[in-house]
């Protein structure tokens, strides 16, 4: 909640908390404020948000739709195990928001049915920044980006024109 002055502002945050704690708001409601405030229609993704599991990507795509319920906001999730037919049909209707795992993002930015040249938000949701540190997300894979993937995925994201950067643990 302390970051969200910062983020609608539309400076760049990092947030770190605890389970539980509303994070996935503290860093979805800016986001929707933006796109509801500037109607913005695009073709494309204005938003990216990356996790590191289906689970959790799943998990924030749900809290964005209800967020979102009364907005014109729609948003999906992209991650790999699955066809990928659906989910290229769904990037069709055009969402604002992708919340996706990096694996496959990469693989359909790399088959170009997902275009981030209008990407204008990356959110990394439990990226891994302390790679050092055994005792937290570091030693734990199943919990963090990761690292290998996320450097690829932002040198595409960046080479597509991102145009700002929103980091949240």
């Known amino acids: 909640v302390e970051a969200m002055p910062a983020a609608l502002e539309g400076r760049d945050v990092l947030g770190l908390a605890q389970t539980g704690t509303g994070k996935t708001a503290a860093f979805a409601l800016p986001i929707l404020e933006y796109l509801v405030t500037e109607e913005i229609k695009a073709k494309s993704p204005l938003v990216l948000i990356l996790a590191p599991t289906r689970e959790l990507a799943l998990q924030i795509d749900a809290e964005i739709k209800l967020l979102a319920t009364h907005t014109r906001i729609r948003s999906m999730t992209i991650f790999g195990g699955v066809p990928a037919r659906q989910q290229i049909?769904?990037?069709?209707?055009?969402?604002?928001?992708?919340?996706?795992?990096?694996?496959?993002?990469?693989?359909?930015v790399g088959q170009r049915k997902l275009d981030l040249s209008r990407v204008?938000?990356?959110?990394?949701?439990?990226?891994?920044?302390?790679?050092?540190?055994?005792?937290?997300?570091?030693?734990?894979d199943d919990v963090a980006l990761d690292v290998g993937l996320l450097a690829g995925l932002l040198v595409r994201v960046d080479d597509e024109c991102l145009h700002h950067r929103r980091i949240d643990q």
């Open 89 to 108: 049909s769904t990037l069709r209707n055009s969402p604002e928001i992708v919340v996706g795992c990096p694996g496959r993002v990469l693989d359909l």
């Open 120 to 140: 204008e938000i990356l959110e990394l949701d439990r990226a891994n920044f302390d790679v050092g540190d055994p005792q937290g997300l570091a030693g734990r």
